[in-house]
T-cell receptor, first 113, second 116 residues
Framework: GAGVSQSPSNKVTEKGKDVELRCDPISGHTALYWYRQSLGQGLEFLIYFQGNSAPDKSGLPSDRFSAERTGGSVSTLTIQRTQQEDSAVYLC???????????FGPGTRLTVL | GDSVTQMEGPVTLSEEAFLTINCTYTATGYPSLFWYVQYPGEGLQLLLKATKADDKGSNKGFEATYRKETTSFHLEKGSVQVSDSAVYFCALSYMNYGGSQGNLIFGKGTKLSVKP
């Protein structure tokens, strides 16, 4: 079946602009995660959604970052007033119920000029 | 807090050489342990995992054993191929089916290059 998909694959933006990154998880997966991969910080957890429960936002680096998940499926990560330090690859992963294996999408490479 | 430490790279080996990538962890509980691999230009893929002490995960000729006494999960392969060239990430997570979030905590990654 289809894996996790993300769009766009690349995004170049100017400092101060807002960006939206999209994730389509594997159908039926109730858990969805966002991670950030950057040269300086490695792979960092950002936010977690499980079904209709309130998300765990403990990994978000600042209040410029937010995410939502509509209908328990597609998720959007929004970064407001982008800064150069936001440049990174943003990865989405999904997980089925009663398993600990996460499946990752190809990522969105964000470059803030 | 919980953390994962893996050996710095890059690691360069000749084809058919033996591979070890060291990984140690610090954990407050009893996590599951994972190795993920990222091939050039591709996304992260699960390579193998182990969910409890003394479990051995294996896949594609790679192996790692969950060692609670040494808090380690070293990745090994007896004979590497050029196609194994990639970045390898060690990670841990907690899975409590009652509601734990299960987010992965990653090491910094080790880049492996295998020369023919």
């Amino acid at each position: 079946g289809a894996g996790v998909s993300q769009s766009p694959s690349n995004k170049v933006t100017e400092k101060g602009k807002d960006v939206e990154l999209r994730c389509d998880p594997i159908s039926g997966h109730t858990a969805l995660y966002w991670y950030r991969q950057s040269l300086g910080q490695g792979l960092e957890f950002l936010i977690y959604f499980q079904g209709n429960s309130a998300p765990d936002k403990s990994g978000l680096p600042s209040d410029r970052f937010s995410a939502e998940r509509t209908g328990g499926s597609v998720s959007t990560l929004t970064i407001q007033r982008t800064q150069q330090e936001d440049s990174a690859v943003y990865l989405c992963a999904s997980r089925g119920l009663r398993t600990d294996t996460q499946y990752f999408g190809p990522g969105t490479r964000l470059t803030v000029l | 807090g919980d953390s994962v430490t893996q050996m710095e790279g890059p690691v360069t080996l000749s084809e058919e050489a033996f591979l070890t990538i060291n990984c140690t962890y610090t954990a407050t509980g009893y996590p599951s342990l994972f190795w993920y691999v990222q091939y050039p230009g591709e996304g992260l893929q699960l390579l193998l995992k182990a969910t409890k002490a003394d479990d051995k995960g294996s896949n594609k000729g790679f192996e790692a054993t969950y060692r609670k006494e040494t808090t380690s999960f070293h990745l090994e392969k007896g004979s590497v191929q050029v196609s194994d060239s990639a970045v390898y990430f060690c990670a841990l997570s907690y899975m409590n089916y009652g509601g734990s979030q299960g987010n992965l905590i990653f090491g910094k990654g080790t880049k492996l290059s295998v020369k023919p």
